[in-house]
């Protein structure tokens, strides 16, 4: 077994065909995930793809739901104009939001709206989509020009078609599961065994790093390429910004510890997931602009450690 970290894989593969499996729950479900405890043979399924699913044949969404899957695994190549890194949904997301402890979408259409502690309000399923692109594949660097010539910043909102066909997709890899689906927020390091964010050693971090994920990421976090894979930028201007979730420091190590390496997930310890967040969220990466609206409602989570560097105090409106 190749020992890597591929944290942000780019999914590029073919699918697996669709079968009926066992949550962990027990329950039987439409579509299995992919099991965390990967395989060569499993590590790139698509258990559901619109792409070769004949279901889907008759259906008048279908072109929309095929083009959801596009923009997913191809985010940064289908939408140029929403992305602003070299970032695919499926790169968190993993095996097209199809594998079990990496941040699995089927079934998650059921539990929208949904109230969203960070921005105070609630949130529609293509509001949580448009957050993705703002922060994860960093939408605000992208400026366009206007008829004018001018040049403005533009961000994309819920009445853009990719939205759409991206919600499309989530909503129809979600057919036939409970909400909440059981096996959503798996992928958290237990509350007992969390270490305080100063107490984290960056340069401990920066060794596991270098043993764990280089391989796939690079030691300079950009990816390498291995084939027709090749795993994302984890800092720099090509990463996610500081307002995504996976700049906090206990999201990030939640989904390394469960998630990574990408082949082997589950072989490093809670606190070496934590140094290894560490290490990657003690490094520089594109400011997220909007910060300013953020957590008003309640406290500033002490692993947002992007809004805690420099930020003047800033006591809560309304805790929640």
Same mark, same amino acid.
């Given at each position: 077994m190749i020992r890597t970290a591929r944290t942000l894989v780019l999914i590029i =593969?073919?699918?697996? =065909?669709?079968?009926? %499996?066992?949550?962990? *729950?027990?329950?039987?479900?439409?579509? #299995?995930?992919?099991?965390?405890?990967?395989? !060569?043979?499993?590590?790139?399924?698509? #258990?559901?793809?619109?792409?070769?699913?004949?279901? &889907? =044949?008759?259906?008048?969404?279908?072109?929309?739901?095929?083009?959801? /899957?596009?923009? /997913?695994?191809?985010? =940064? +190549?289908?939408?140029? %104009?929403? $992305? *602003?890194?070299?970032?695919?949904?499926?790169?968190?997301? &993993?095996?097209? *939001?199809?594998? @079990?402890?990496? &941040? #699995?979408?089927?079934?998650?259409?059921?539990? /929208?709206?949904?109230?969203?502690?960070?921005?105070?309000?609630?949130?529609? &399923? @293509?509001?949580?989509?448009?957050?993705?692109? !703002?922060?994860?594949?960093?939408?605000?660097?992208?400026?366009?020009?206007?008829?004018? *010539?001018?040049?403005?910043? $533009?961000?994309?909102?819920?009445?853009?078609? +990719?939205?759409?066909?991206?919600?499309?997709?989530?909503?129809w890899i979600s057919e036939g599961t409970g909400a909440p689906p059981p096996w959503r927020g798996h992928n958290t390091i237990a509350a007992d065994s969390l270490i305080p964010v100063d107490r984290l050693d960056p340069a401990r971090g920066k060794s596991l790093f270098q043993e764990h994920c280089s391989s796939c990421h690079g030691n300079d976090g950009q990816g390498v390429a291995i084939g027709d894979k090749k795993a994302g930028p984890l800092w720099g201007p090509r990463s996610w910004n500081d307002g995504a979730g996976a700049a906090r420091v206990y999201t990030l190590a939640g989904f390394i510890r469960y998630a990574m390496p990408y082949l082997n997930p589950g072989c490093l310890t809670a606190e070496e997931a934590q140094q290894i967040a560490g290490y990657i969220t003690s490094l520089p990466r594109p400011a997220y602009p909007l910060k300013r609206y953020d957590y008003l409602r309640t406290r500033i989570p002490p692993d947002a450690v992007y809004y805690q560097r420099g930020a003047p105090e800033r006591p809560p409106l309304n805790e929640h």
């Open positions: =593969a073919a699918a697996a =065909a669709p079968a009926r %499996a066992q949550h962990p *729950g027990g329950d039987s479900v439409r579509a #299995p995930l992919v099991p965390a405890s990967t395989t !060569m043979v499993t590590a790139w399924d698509f #258990p559901l793809n619109p792409l070769t699913d004949s279901s &889907l =044949a008759a259906s008048p969404r279908a072109s929309q739901v095929r083009r959801g /899957f596009r923009l /997913f695994t191809r985010t =940064a +190549e289908e939408a140029p %104009a929403l $992305t *602003g890194n070299g970032l695919a949904c499926g790169n968190c997301h &993993l095996n097209a *939001g199809q594998r @079990e402890r990496a &941040l #699995p979408l089927t079934g998650v259409a059921g539990v /929208f709206p949904e109230y969203n502690k960070r921005e105070g309000r609630i949130f529609s &399923l @293509e509001d949580r989509i448009v957050g993705c692109f !703002m922060r994860s594949q960093n939408a605000t660097a992208i400026r366009a020009d206007t008829p004018s *010539g001018d040049r403005i910043r $533009t961000y994309p909102d819920t009445s853009a078609a +990719e939205v759409a066909d991206i919600a499309a997709y989530i909503r």
